[in-house]
């Protein structure tokens, strides 16, 4: 079964976003559209509750997603080509499913045998190996951008905190607590998807019920 987290990574591919972006807390109009458009597609392919849902988005309410899933479904039915797209997105999660329903795929094992004898087993790989590997690839891409963003604001808030809070002026206090709030994020993708990565997506249980992975 398709987890929340995948589908957020898929819409946001989609729309040239981060993941991480639709789970934070920006507020301008592309990033919170996209997110709406995840909650739905989430909503309408997996049998999450609105507070399932919520807990993937870092931590949002049950109001909060009804909310967004109210508003969104008013602009699909007034929009065409939204709904275009969330058509389009609802269909790659059909796909991933039908992958996912052949059985687990070790990816790592893949990319072993395909750099040992790149030019036959290449060829070789199936379409399921090939969607692992790019589901892998990407993200290892995102825990590594996350990482990055993560170590340069440390060494941001470390050259504050060696000024001294009293040194500060209010810009800077406010950067500082923008800083931690950032960290607290990313700190937390980064877990997330770590453990996505060394999960067995053979034994996984979801979040709170058999039917729903977070």
């Keep these: 079964?398709?987890?929340?987290?995948?589908?957020?990574?898929?819409?946001?591919?989609?729309?040239?976003?981060?993941?991480?972006?639709?789970?934070?807390?920006?507020?301008?109009?592309?990033?919170?559209l996209a997110r709406h458009v995840a909650m739905h597609v989430a909503r309408k392919t997996t049998q999450c509750s609105t507070s399932e849902i919520g807990r993937a988005f870092n931590e949002r309410d049950h109001s909060t997603v009804s909310y967004a899933l109210e508003k969104i479904a008013r602009e699909i039915g007034r929009d065409a080509q939204l709904a275009g797209l969330v058509g389009e997105l609802m269909d790659t999660v059909a796909f991933l499913e039908r992958v996912r329903a052949h059985g687990s795929v070790d990816a790592l094992a893949v990319a072993r045998r395909i750099a040992g004898a790149p030019q036959r087993q290449a060829m070789a790989a199936s379409v399921m190996e090939i969607a692992a590997l790019a589901a892998t690839t990407v993200e290892l891409w995102e825990i590594a951008r996350a990482a990055d963003e993560a170590a340069r604001l440390y060494s941001r808030r470390a050259e504050l905190r060696r000024r001294g809070i009293l040194d500060l002026d209010k810009d800077e206090m406010a950067e500082a607590r923008s800083i931690d709030e950032r960290l607290g994020a990313l700190n937390a993708a980064i877990a997330d998807e770590i453990a996505a990565l060394c999960a067995d997506p053979s034994t996984s249980s979801g979040s709170m019920n058999r039917n729903c992975t977070v």
């Design 1 to 32: 079964m398709i987890t929340v987290r995948e589908i957020i990574a898929t819409t946001a591919l989609r729309l040239g976003l981060e993941p991480i972006e639709l789970v934070a807390d920006s507020r301008d109009r592309r990033t919170v």
